[in-house]
């Protein structure tokens, strides 16, 4: 039950981030809607799919539809609302990010797969929305490019597994993964926190591809 | 049967559509091959993986693969064929967006999903196979850009829904609601329909991405 | 038992391609790895969810993980090494690609599917990891643009294909597709071999897209 709950939050903010970025990227009403599903579902249906739970939620319960398809048109004429915020979808994204990612983690273990597994499942759940978001978009994913955005995926992911291990109380821990998550990635972007990238490994290979 | 019939059609077309646009992006033989196999099965692939139909049709069935490597070939010998088309990508993708929309419902009903879950599948069969040929050619998708697109495969994916529900028989239904799709769509790419776009909000929001 | 040494040794070179690419693209370490799992994993993920072996092998054992990180690492860390390289992208690329299509090939086979179709299915398996990392850097997969790509998947699967048909033995059968796909692979880059472009159509259509 809080795992249902969680994640149509989840859907809920990831469908704000995709139409936010549809309507900034100049599509039209159904484009909007297009995105918005499509950034709600990819994770989840990822998720179900990995996991053998076909068909999966998002096809199986009206909710996901309906959740995504309001938040698109939401977005889509109530735009001042979400003008006022300064980044609307990073933030959006990373709420997605982190509810998908602890509810990701969570139906992975009930479905029997083994802890570590199922937190790996968690983050791809996690990422999925704002990849396919992206690609479609035409654009690198911001899992690729941001900071700590995968690894905020993990955190939330590893609460969950070993609250798990421990046989702590799921809801709580749960609750927990996802504001950890959350906070991980606001900060990292408005810190600008990021990890080592290899510098000189790139000025070596920029090189390297001029010479073949 | 008709549902069989219906869908090689469409995994015709689709290629068809996948190969124009190979040629068109200069691909040698085997590219042309390989984006054409990616556009006729994708949507029928997405389908049947989301209905736990596994192995999908199109790598259980022989004729997918020999229909889209002949259609492949047709394009990339026989291209004289084709130029005299004024726009051979948009017409073949509107012809597979409205088999693939129709042939997804049906199949979904046929595995006991919901009315309105089939038809969201069958729209995502209907856009997957233009959606990984456009990716896969790192443009953005015609679905999000284009006129009426998804709603053009929501119509075919109704109507078949609705026969359905009211029992109906399938196939002249079937082949209403992928006519139906085709004409909508043609007519508007011919004519410039679209559905509005969130103008104002975006260009706030081009102005919250200089401030941010 | 040879199926899995040949599926984790495919895991590290797709992983090695997957970070050597992330490198040359200014990721961070947490990019990185993201990139060098997705190109690791993807081909074996869809082969699969395809043949329905769900959950996917490199989410039920933990060795395409572990795997997938260490050459993240080793890449991120010790550029040095894989620097004197002249192309080490394409290289671990065409390893990874020989080593998934010839274990897709034998895994699908397993899975009772028809000998054309397993074939079909290795080269799916030995195309996705190079497919999904260059959509993940917004880039045409090499598998579109490059000489005798799938053209080498394809014959690696193949003569697994056939030893199956002949009852001859499995592991060296693998061995030898996969050197003979890797060689061609390899020859073919280095040589510029590829197959005919149709070039007049595309001039063709080039007007076409001019005039529509």
Same mark, same amino acid.
């Given at each position: 039950?809080?795992?249902?709950?969680?994640?149509?939050?989840?859907?809920?903010?990831?469908?704000?981030?995709?139409?936010?970025?549809?309507?900034?990227?100049?599509?039209?009403?159904?484009?909007?809607?297009?995105?918005?599903?499509?950034?709600?579902?990819?994770?989840?249906?990822?998720?179900?799919?990995?996991?053998?739970?076909?068909?999966?939620?998002?096809?199986?319960?009206?909710?996901?539809?309906?959740?995504?398809?309001?938040?698109?048109?939401?977005?889509?004429?109530?735009?001042?609302?979400?003008?006022?915020?300064?980044?609307?979808?990073? $933030?959006?994204?990373?709420?997605?990010?982190? #509810?998908? =990612? %602890?509810?990701?983690?969570?139906? &992975?273990?009930?479905?029997? @797969? *083994?802890?570590?597994?199922?937190?790996?499942?968690?983050?791809?759940?996690?990422?999925?929305?704002?990849?396919?978001?992206?690609?479609?978009?035409?654009? $690198?994913?911001?899992?690729?490019?941001?900071? #700590?955005? =995968? %690894?905020?995926?993990?955190?939330? &992911?590893?609460?969950?597994? @070993? *609250?798990?291990?421990?046989?702590?109380?799921?809801?709580?821990?749960?609750?927990?993964?996802?504001?950890?998550?959350?906070?991980?990635?606001?900060?990292?972007?408005?810190?600008?926190?990021?990890?080592?990238?290899?510098?000189?490994?790139?000025?070596?290979?920029?090189?390297?591809?001029?010479? *073949?």
């Amino acid at each position: 039950m809080t795992l249902l709950i969680l994640d149509l939050i989840g859907t809920f903010v990831f469908a704000l981030s995709g139409a936010a970025a549809g309507v900034r990227n100049h599509l039209d009403l159904f484009g909007v809607l297009v995105l918005s599903f499509a950034a709600a579902a990819a994770g989840g249906i990822t998720r179900d799919v990995i996991i053998g739970a076909v068909p999966p939620a998002a096809f199986s319960n009206w909710w996901y539809l309906a959740i995504a398809m309001f938040a698109g048109l939401l977005t889509f004429w109530r735009h001042g609302l979400i003008d006022r915020m300064r980044r609307p979808v990073l $933030i959006f994204d990373a709420g997605g990010l982190a #509810l998908f =990612a %602890v509810t990701g983690t969570q139906k &992975a273990l009930e479905f029997g @797969l *083994s802890p570590v597994m199922a937190a790996l499942i968690g983050m791809v759940s996690g990422i999925g929305g704002g990849m396919i978001r992206d690609i479609m978009l035409a654009r $690198i994913p911001t899992v690729l490019k941001s900071e #700590l955005y =995968a %690894v905020a995926a993990l955190l939330g &992911a590893v609460v969950v597994t @070993l *609250s798990h291990v421990f046989s702590l109380p799921a809801t709580p821990m749960m609750i927990l993964g996802a504001l950890l998550c959350f906070t991980l990635r606001v900060a990292a972007f408005r810190y600008r926190l990021h990890l080592p990238i290899a510098r000189r490994a790139s000025a070596a290979n920029d090189q390297g591809s001029r010479r *073949s």
